[in-house]
């Protein structure tokens, strides 16, 4: 499995080094690399390490990051489960995938690796960059095995059935409106892959035409499909979800609608208790623990609302282990 990383430590010169790594991958930022470096250099790394490393003091635990120690325990879970070998690697920083599929595979006995890139949509910044590191690794190491790719499960029954479990507990409780937070991503990153040239955002509704060959890589009609079917398994009314993108950084066009301007939008249409659920993210991490649960609280309540409870995410949720282990059958 492949999940994104952390820094080593909250600390601003750890969290510059993955910044930098992070923000270098040219699936990141998707702009020429003089152009990229000097974003990069000149805006982004004098002050970001110094708010993001308070950031993530704010949530590290005593094991360390979040994200990290989360997938350890997904891990740990699944590999109780099944009987190959199960590794956790991580795109920026440490364990690396280079590690990792390196400690797999110097069991000469393995022939295939199977390969599960921790993100439910498809976004180049996330999946098509964890699939390039891995072919990268095999072919540096001239290593003899097929790697086989578990795609984007954004619509997956089961994955949406493990997922509506996983919070189960929060839909019971009484609230007046859930949002589903989902990771921003610039428009132009969806734009640019849509070979037709004039479907992708061109009109309000393209999300909802049926366009199997642009939406296999449309990020958007993904989290809007992931919305649309958890609400149908779950029975939510229309009127008490929507969607909403976080996680915004520069001043390229991101998909909207912001997540902390809907949630002031709803507590001043009177909206007292929300739940947020960020279903882009399988584990949970700064983006959910302290941008949601913490700002978007914040957030939220200065405008009126009483209280924002964040769904976590699946975690280690024995009901999301049983769909890894599933596809874990060769
Ligand atoms: C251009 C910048 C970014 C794009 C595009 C982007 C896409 C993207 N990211 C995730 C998942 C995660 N991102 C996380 C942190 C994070 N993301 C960006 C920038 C972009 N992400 C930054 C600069 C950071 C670092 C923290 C900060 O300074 O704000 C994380 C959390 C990592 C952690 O350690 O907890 C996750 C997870 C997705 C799914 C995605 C595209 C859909
Ligand atoms: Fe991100």
Known sequence: ????????????????????????????????WPLRKAIVSLFVLPTRPKASAEAYQSVWMEQGSPLIVLSE?????????????VEMAMRYGKPSIEEKILTLTADKEITELLYIPLYPHFADSTVTTSV?????VIKKHRLDIQLRTVEPFYDNPDYIEALVKSAEPYLEQDYDHIVFSYHGLPESHITKL??????????????????????????????????????????????????AFQSRLGRAKWLGPNTEDRL??????????????????????LETLEEIAIRGEEV????????????????????WVDVLADWCQP
């Open 1 to 32: 499995m492949a999940n994104l990383g952390s820094p080593d430590a909250p600390v601003t010169p750890a969290v510059r080094r993955y910044l930098h790594q992070f923000l270098m991958d040219p699936y990141v930022i998707q702009l020429p």
């Open 73 to 85: 325990k997904l891990k740990a879970a699944l590999k109780a489960k099944v009987d190959v070998p």
């Open 132 to 136: 390039e590191e891995a072919k990268r």
């Open 194 to 243: 849509d070979a037709t040239g004039e479907h992708c955002l061109k009109q309000q509704n393209c999300c909802q035409l049926n366009k199997p060959e642009v939406h296999k890589t449309c990020y958007r009609h993904q989290v809007m499909r992931t919305t649309q079917c958890f609400a149908l398994q779950a029975g939510l009314a229309e009127n008490r979800y929507s969607v």
């Open 264 to 285: 002031e939008e709803l507590a001043q249409a009177g909206a007292k208790k929300v739940l947020v659920i960020c279903p882009a993210f399988v584990t949970d991490c």
């Open 300 to 319: 939220f309540k200065q405008a009126g609302g009483h209280s924002l409870s964040l769904i976590p995410c699946m975690n280690d949720h024995p009901a």
